[in-house]
Every structure is written in C-alpha cells, then in structure tokens.
C-alpha cells in the first residue's frame, strides 16, 4: 500500500523561482489536503479539494495554486518563490471530509527558497 | 480566533514512565479533536475523539475528551524509546474542512 506519495522529498529554490509539489494517492479518497508546517508551529490548511474538479482555499492559500484533474493527484504549485515558503509541505487525504474520518498524510517535501 | 494549545511543550522521561500530554482548545463550532504522532516524517492518526468522557484505548496509548473544560488529554503508560516523537493534537469544526493544530509535544524518552 503506498497510501499518499509526495515528491520531490527535499528541494531548494531561487527567490522567484517556479516549481510543484506531486502528491498522489492510492486509496481512492475523494478528499485531498496541502498543509505547510513551519519549525515549532502546527500545520496550516493551504488548499483542499473535495473531489476531481473542485478546490478550495484553506487559512494559507497566498502564493500558491492547485488543480485536481483526477481523483488520485492533487499538486501544488509556487509560481514566485519566496523566502516566507521555506517550510516542509505535507499533502493529506480522506475517505470523507468534515473530519468524520482522519487525514492521512504523505513524508512531506522540505522545501528552501534562497 | 481558533486556537489549540498544547502542553507542556517537551518533555523528556525515562523508559517505563508513565505521561500525560495535554491540549485545550477554543474553536468555533467544535466538531472533534484528534490527536497525531509525528515521527521524522508524516504524521499518523492515533485518535479522533467526539463524544466527551469516553475513553479511547490502543495499547499502551488512550485518550479523553472533556467538552467541558474544553481539552483532551493524551496518556502513554510504560513508555518505550520508540515513543519518542512529537505528538500533534488537532480540533475539527463542523461545516469546514479545516483542522487547528497545535504546536505540539515533543516527548523524548531515554533509555
């Protein structure tokens, strides 16, 4: 069972740079999640989707973009990167939303803008 | 503002201590409070707690909820060194798809 696959793993960036985040999942879950956690703090909500087709923003949503062609990916994209990005992202997905079943989570992608 | 509060922390104990990890929270439209362990990469789902005063259990770990004083609380009898890890608690709001974290615990046992 794979469960949520994020690549790449570790990544540096130039300021301004452009790159996206993989994630993909395994379990059929219609409810995919990007989160970032900064060192010390909790994970913050960037975007969500509730199935193909349909996103959402989350607490963290500026500077970045996502799109959810098909059930099973869900990338997340930085077009300028900034310095303020440095945190490791982590991608989470659900059988169903509203939290009545719990996230499951990819490794994360530690991610460095320079 | 929604918060989750985490306490204490760190924490270090020895092998075969018995701990309590706390969390309080304050969100609008509470739903449920989960708890996670994160070890050096993707956190993994321990708990998830709706109903105040009913204890979970798995293994060595179990949780409780006290809509009341609005706080859960985390035990972890006869630790081992593979407990080590930082232990996320998580509050769930109805009608969003958003989860509050919080900091974090970050449990350390020594052998």
């Known amino acids: 069972n794979a469960g949520v696959t994020q690549t790449p793993k570790f990544r540096i960036l130039k300021i301004g740079q452009s790159m996206t985040l993989q994630c993909a999942q395994d379990?059929?879950?219609?409810?995919m999640y990007w989160y970032r956690q900064d060192p010390g703090m909790g994970l913050k909500l960037i975007y969500y989707?509730?199935?193909?087709?349909?996103?959402d923003k989350g607490e963290v949503p500026n500077g970045y973009n996502v799109s959810r062609s098909t059930t099973e990916d869900f990338p997340l994209r930085l077009e300028l990167a900034a310095p303020s990005q440095t945190s490791v992202y982590f991608c989470?997905?659900?059988?169903?939303?509203?939290?009545?079943?719990?996230?499951?989570f990819g490794d994360g992608t530690r991610l460095s803008i320079l | 503002e929604d918060k989750v509060v985490q306490s204490p922390l760190s924490l270090v104990v020895h092998e075969g201590d018995t701990v309590t990890l706390n969390c309080s929270y304050e969100v609008t439209n509470f739903r449920s409070l989960l708890w996670y362990k994160q070890e050096k990469k993707a956190p993994t789902f321990l708990f998830m707690l709706t109903s105040s005063g009913i204890e979970k259990k798995s293994g060595r770990l179990s949780s409780i909820l006290d809509k009341k004083e609005l706080s859960s609380i985390l035990n972890i009898t006869a630790t081992q060194t593979g407990d080590s890890a930082i232990y996320l608690c998580?509050?769930?709001?109805?009608?969003?798809?958003?989860?509050?974290f919080g900091k974090g615990t970050k449990l350390t046992v020594n052998p």
């Open positions: 989707s509730v199935g193909a087709g349909i996103t």
């Open positions: 998580a509050a769930s709001q109805g009608g969003s798809e958003k989860l509050v």
């Open positions: 379990m059929n879950h219609n409810y």
């Open positions: 989470a997905s659900s059988l169903q939303g509203g939290s009545n079943q719990p996230q499951h």
